[in-house]
């Protein structure tokens, strides 16, 4: 996923401006949020596994299961928000 990511970086951001291949929303988009979450998957792979190395099992699974419930209680939130706004 790094390597993926880093090919992805240095190539949009060095040919998608002298090419106006996106608009300013769009980079901002793709920078942010597309790529910005293979950092955050990687920095969860990476603490988990650091913890598993460690000998830390019970924080690792804690670890992983307060990401799953958290991660899908904000997505539950983000989209009742957006329904009680735009309904």
């Not at 060095?14 to 980079?27: G, I, T």
């Not at 099992?57 to 989209?79: C, D, E, T």
């Amino acid at each position: 996923m790094a390597i993926l990511q880093k090919i992805d970086l240095v190539s949009l951001r060095r040919w998608s401006p002298p090419l106006n291949a996106f608009a300013l929303e769009s980079r901002a988009f793709i920078f942010v949020g597309i790529l910005g979450g293979f950092t955050t998957f990687s920095t969860f792979g990476n603490e988990t596994m650091n913890l598993l190395r460690e000998g830390e099992n019970l924080p690792a699974l804690i670890n992983m299961g307060a990401h799953a419930v958290f991660g899908l209680a904000a997505v539950w939130l983000g989209r009742t928000l957006v329904h009680l706004i735009w309904r």
